[in-house]
């Protein structure tokens, strides 16, 4: 796919315009680091700081005064300075431009950068408290690896030589003193980091000394390593509390492997029981799938510990059971709060995996004995005896607010493991929780987990209707909450129930085509694609004015693989909608009304525009050729700084009342900025209408009407000039436009008039089965030992290796099959993907340790797809080729390139493909 932030960068490389891009770039660059460090000059209080700063300027005013040939010098030194704040709205990286100096022990010192950097900070963030050296500790870290993270002893080294991690000799908290290449590369390889320094002392009055504890609370607050649990809460040491601040931020920004080296290097082993650490770790299993790992391993571990210390002995009876897991609970209260409320959780994470995992009962437990630990805890239990005595047990919950959310959460997950037992009594239990939880219906605000359990025990019980009602409204509390989604989907798929949605949501009534819309993405995300094309069709009929709805729909349609149908709701919405428009107009911008595309569509014959028809004999197709040569609109791929177009020249035939007349913008820059001062962000309005255009293209190219292509490219290429419209909600629509403009340019072995498929395999014809990256050879032809042979596209939008898993429903799956039935059997076929899963699907899943390697990862990617493949084999028969993964991006093609050797070691075992 063509980007084209990329076409100019490979003009540029090219040496079109190179001179005017840096010479543009070098004025604005030097003069915004001049303004910089004057500013800095005059506002730093550092001596040291401002001497480097003014010989910085200086050196600044001799490259401009040079012409710029020093240019390359003076950006050879960059550094990144990285504050990490408590609130991650205050945290910011700065990158500085050190100056130029001909030993390393010249460079400024690291309390002259930081000073810098906070004064920038400063300016940026004004509502932020001001940064003191006094108050923060310094790091630095080295290829952003937070496990590389070394603390600096001393600011007055210079930066050139601060290193990466070496040995315990190395002078600076372990770390190596030596030049770093920072005068040979563009940017460093490591990074500052500044962070508050825990438990800061304040300065005021001594607090008063603390109450003496009795031994028997003391013996029960002690630890198993021997350390008090208040001692760990108010006097645990500052390394170890800056560890698990970080580990717990890296986990809200999903950074798993980082927060998961932290606690077992360095948390676990300072503090084996650790609740912080076995929550974490817990959680970061259960975020991959893993229910029952996390429940045995962490969990459970961290209940015992810090919760229950044992399950109740087996008992007769439920009352026996709460007797005696109350006794028991009794005598091991919770340490300090935040422990409590740690327990409280590994708790209800260790039911909802036993939920997950199908152990009903068991998690009926757990939630028995929670319900004890909450009262215990709340100090509504009584005491704990302890050797006769009755020791008064500490509230950590006396909020009956806190308490009552507590408990609600509980009760919750005890009545979806009661109903899910499937024996009466126990669902009789589970419906008395819910109406408990559920008083009033008809009140504003209800629990959401429970209606959405109501919904369920209602649809089981015939009340379908009313289930759909309550999980509607739980659908609007919780948009994203995905097992609201597949809740509802589960309740549309059944018979009536698309007639039960529309009695729930009339069409006619306000925002009914948002619902509607919002109802059939979830749909055709789970895979339900024929209820979605319902609900898409009910959303247009209540709004046919909506460009977002007409594309959806059309989108939904191209995965069910019915093409004609997506063309028709396009065409038939461009002409109902003809004084819709995009682009300003006026002061040569461009501008394209809908009813304008559609008349081209119209006078084209857009879809059933001419396929070669292999009946007509052979004389008559060699002289419709000849004559559809004199008629064809040359396609011509111009680079340009404004950005990459596609010139299409009409021919001589259209000049005079034929399409050609439709006046269009010229290329070029000037159109480039008119559309830019006329419309300096395209609205979301036009933004779809144009997706619209876009589409039309895509789905005639794929289905072989090529010659409908050039007039519809020409009115649109000047609207995109300008724009960067891969930026945007459109960059897939313009990602397919673009490539396929681009192609049309490419005369050398393209098939403008290919025939329509044939129902048999035909013996001239290899299908090319794949994602984006099968466009490049569509419709073109190769000679394959002497003969012949047209290369199809059977598009599949979107699908990674990983999408072919058994348990996957989402959409692509679904049209990876459509696709392969629409191939006539024992066809040849080539099979091309894998290029989506390295670029943002095994990385991803590595960080988020799904995976222990990059390697593990892409052989049991590799793994699910070659499975896939032998069941298409042996369904369809297919000769099946397997094309190496495309290495279209720079940043992933060492990925390619690995995933490709291992590929290539599967297939070469297989017998199934070559």
């Known amino acids: 796919m063509i980007s084209p932030l990329k076409d100019i960068v490979i003009a540029v490389t090219l040496g ?88 390393p022990s010249s460079a400024p010192s690291v309390r002259a950068v930081l000073r810098c950097f906070f004064a920038a900070y400063a300016a940026k963030f004004r509502h932020a408290a001001a940064l003191e050296l006094a108050d923060l500790d310094v790091f630095v870290e080295t290829d952003q690896d937070i496990a590389s993270r070394r603390r600096l002893r001393s600011l007055d080294v210079s930066v050139a030589l601060v290193g990466g991690a070496g040995g315990a000799g190395s002078g600076l908290n372990g770390l190596r003193m030596g030049s770093l290449g920072l005068f040979d590369a563009d940017t460093c390889d490591f990074e500052l980091v500044v962070t508050r320094k825990p438990n800061r002392k304040v300065l005021g009055p001594a607090p008063p000394p603390p109450k003496p504890t009795p031994v028997a ?167 704990a005896i302890n050797g006769g005595a009755t020791v008064k047990n500490r509230a950590f919950f006396p909020d009956a607010k806190e308490r009552t959310w507590m408990e609600t959460q509980m009760d919750v997950l005890k009545a979806r493991a ?62 994203n909450d995905r097992a609201v989604k597949k809740a509802l989907v589960a309740l549309l798929k059944g018979p009536g129930a698309m007639e039960r949605l529309q009695q729930a949501v009339p069409a006619r009534s306000p925002s009914s085509g948002a619902a509607y819309a919002f109802i059939a993405t979830i749909l055709k995300d789970f895979g339900a694609m024929e209820k979605s094309l319902v609900c898409f069709r009910m959303a247009q009929l209540s709004d046919p004015h909506s460009a977002s709805y007409a594309l959806n729909h059309a989108h939904a349609l191209e995965v069910s693989l019915r093409y004609a149908e997506a063309y028709d709701v396009l065409a038939l919405f461009l002409s109902g909608n003809s004084m819709l428009s995009v682009g300003g107009g006026g ?17 084209t014959g857009g879809w059933d525009g001419k396929n070669e028809d292999i009946s007509t004999p052979q004389e008559e197709m060699e002289k419709a050729e000849e004559d559809r040569k004199s008629a064809m609109w040359p396609v011509e791929w111009v680079v340009a700084l404004e950005g990459n177009y596609a010139k299409v020249t009409p021919p001589p035939s259209e000049l005079d009342g034929g399409l050609a007349s439709l006046a269009v913008a010229p290329f070029g820059h000037r159109t480039a900025v008119a559309n830019k001062k006329a419309a300096p962000v395209v609205s979301e309005v036009e933004l779809d209408l144009l997706a619209c255009f876009f589409t039309i293209v895509k ?74 990256h099968t466009l490049a050879t569509a419709w073109r032809e190769i000679n394959v030992h002497g003969q012949r042979i047209l290369l199809r596209p059977a598009l599949v939008t979107g699908l990674k290796h990983w999408h072919l898993r058994k348990e996957s429903t989402f959409y692509p799956k679904l049209n990876f099959w459509r696709v392969l039935a629409s191939i006539p059997a024992k066809s040849r076929v080539i099979f091309l993907f894998g290029e989506i899963d390295c670029r943002e699907g095994i990385l991803d899943a590595v960080e988020k340790c799904k995976y222990e390697s990059i390697e593990e990862g892409m052989t049991h990617t590799i793994g699910i797809f070659m499975e896939v493949l032998a069941d298409v084999v042996e369904k369809y028969e297919f000769e099946t080729y397997i094309h190496p993964i495309v290495p279209v991006l720079d940043e992933t093609r060492a990925l390619v390139i690995q995933y490709n050797q291992l590929f290539q070691k599967r297939v070469a075992k297989s017998k199934i493909c070559k």
């Open 699 to 772: 789905i005639l190219f794929v289905n072989g009407r090529l010659s409908v292509l050039p007039p519809l490219i020409r009115v649109l290429e000047p609207l995109r000039l300008g724009h960067e419209l891969h930026r945007t909600s459109i960059r897939n629509e313009q990602a397919y436009y673009a490539c396929i403009a681009q192609l049309l340019s490419i005369t050398e072995g393209f098939v403008i008039h290919p025939p329509p498929p044939s129902a048999a395999a035909p013996a001239d014809e290899i299908y090319v089965c794949g994602d984006s």
């Open 217 to 383: 609370a003391r013996k029960k607050c002690t630890q198993h390593n021997g350390t008090s649990h208040e001692e760990n809460e108010g006097g645990r040491d500052p390394k170890l509390r800056s560890v698990l601040e970080l580990a717990a931020a890296q986990m809200k920004q999903q950074k798993f492997r980082a927060a998961r080296e932290l606690h077992r290097t360095l948390v676990l082993p300072a503090e084996a029981t650790n609740p912080e650490a076995l929550l974490a770790l817990g959680d970061i299993l259960l975020a991959n799938g893993r229910h029952a790992e996390a429940a045995k391993s962490y969990f459970l571990k961290c209940w015992r510990l810090h919760g229950c210390p044992s399950p109740p002995p087996a008992a007769s009876s439920d009352a026996t059971i709460k007797i005696k897991a109350e006794a028991l609970a009794l005598t091991a209260p919770a340490a300090s709060k935040a422990y409590a409320r740690l327990a409280f959780t590994s708790a209800l994470r260790l039911a909802g995996c036993y939920l997950e995992t199908r152990k009903f009962h068991t998690a009926v437990e757990i939630l028995d004995e929670l319900q004890v630990f909450l009262r215990v805890n709340s100090g509504t239990a009584g005491g």
């Open 418 to 479: 009661l109903y899910d037992t499937k024996n009466p009594d126990d669902q009789e239990k589970a419906i008395s929780l819910v109406m408990h939880l559920l008083p009033d219906l008809q009140a504003p605000a209800v629990n959401l987990d429970a209606l959405l359990l109501y919904a369920k025990i209602a649809h089981d019980r015939g009340k379908k209707s009313e289930a759909l009602s309550m999980a509607l409204r739980v659908l609007v509390g919780k948009s």
């Open 587 to 603: 002061n040569g911008a461009a501008q394209l009304s809908a009813g304008s595309f559609a008349e081209i569509l119209e006078r």
């Open 16 to 103: 079109v315009g190179a001179g005017m891009v840096w010479q543009n770039y070098k004025n604005e660059e030097m003069d915004r680091i001049s303004r910089f460090y004057s500013w800095n000059i005059r506002y730093c209080q550092c001596p040291v700081c401002v001497d480097n700063l003014r010989a910085h300027l200086a050196s600044i005013s001799i490259e401009e005064g040079a012409g710029g040939c020093g240019a390359v010098s003076l950006f050879s030194m960059r550094l990144y300075v990285h504050y990490e704040a408590p609130d991650d709205a205050d945290a910011w990286t700065k990158r500085l431009t050190l100056p130029p100096v001909d030993e």
